[in-house]
T-cell receptor, first 114, second 111 residues
Framework: DAGVTQSPTHLIKTRGQQVTLRCSPI?????VSWYQQVLGQGPQFIFQ???????GRGNFPDRFSARQFPNYSSELNVNALLLGDSALYLC?????????????FGPGTRLTVT | DAKTTQPTSMDCAEGRAANLPCNHS???????VYWYRQIHSQGPQYIIHGLKNNETNEMASLIITEDRKSSTLILPHATLRDTAVYYC????????????FGAGTRLFVKA
């Protein structure tokens, strides 16, 4: 079975631009979460979606937004990019919303803002 | 939000058991303890999780103290491929769902 997939693998953008990152969860998984990992730090929680509804949000500015589609795939959008947005963006999926269900992570999208 | 505290780094000899401690003294009754590991800049890999009881799977064992304020991840026979950053996290489920990662423990397995 395919794991969590993310696209693109790498991305280079300029300050002020907008970016969209994509995630396909494991088949049958209905919950998707997004994380930002800056070099040398642990992943920081951005959003969780379940059944197309936002179920959790981390401490990120409104420039960050996300959505989940009927097929449970998800997009993360970041507007007005800053140099500090350069990071590895990780997507994780789980079968259900509840914390008793483990999350499985994708390989991530490496975003570089110049 | 519950948070975790882990040692910054640890060493372990190949073939020996690696015991990675984690403190989560503010954990609530309905919050699970999860362990993940991350090799280089790959996505974190799920290892194991538990609520109250000790757990074991093909990768590791998780020992949770009776008061649930700390736990230990045990890799029974560490190999060089187990060298990674190990994260102990608590899944918070209050007013929304947040998963909070700390800085993790960098485990070095040496031949």
């Amino acid at each position: 079975d395919a794991g969590v997939t993310q696209s693109p693998t790498h991305l280079i953008k300029t300050r002020g631009q907008q970016v969209t990152l994509r995630c396909s969860p494991i088949s049958g998984h209905k919950s998707v979460s997004w994380y930002q990992q800056v070099l040398g730090q642990g992943p920081q929680f951005i959003f969780q979606y379940y059944e197309k509804e936002e179920r959790g949000r981390g401490n990120f500015p409104d420039r960050f937004s996300a959505r989940q589609f009927p097929n449970y795939s998800s997009e993360l959008n970041v507007n007005a990019l800053l140099l500090g947005d350069s990071a590895l963006y990780l997507c994780a999926s789980s079968l259900r919303f509840f914390s008793s269900y483990e999350q499985y992570f994708g390989p991530g999208t490496r975003l570089t803002v110049t | 939000d519950a948070k975790t505290t882990q040692p910054t780094s640890m060493d372990c000899a190949e073939g020996r058991a690696a015991n990675l401690p984690c403190n989560h003294s503010t954990i609530s009754g309905n919050e699970y303890v999860y362990w993940y590991r991350q090799i280089h800049s790959q996505g974190p890999q799920y290892i194991i999780h538990g609520l109250k009881n000790n757990e074991t799977n093909e990768m590791a064992s998780l020992i949770i103290t009776e008061d649930r304020k700390s736990s230990t991840l045990i890799l029974p026979h560490a190999t060089l491929r187990d060298t990674a950053v190990y994260y102990c996290i608590v899944r918070v489920e209050t007013g929304g769902f947040k998963t909070i990662f700390g800085a993790g423990t960098r485990l070095f397995v040496k031949a």
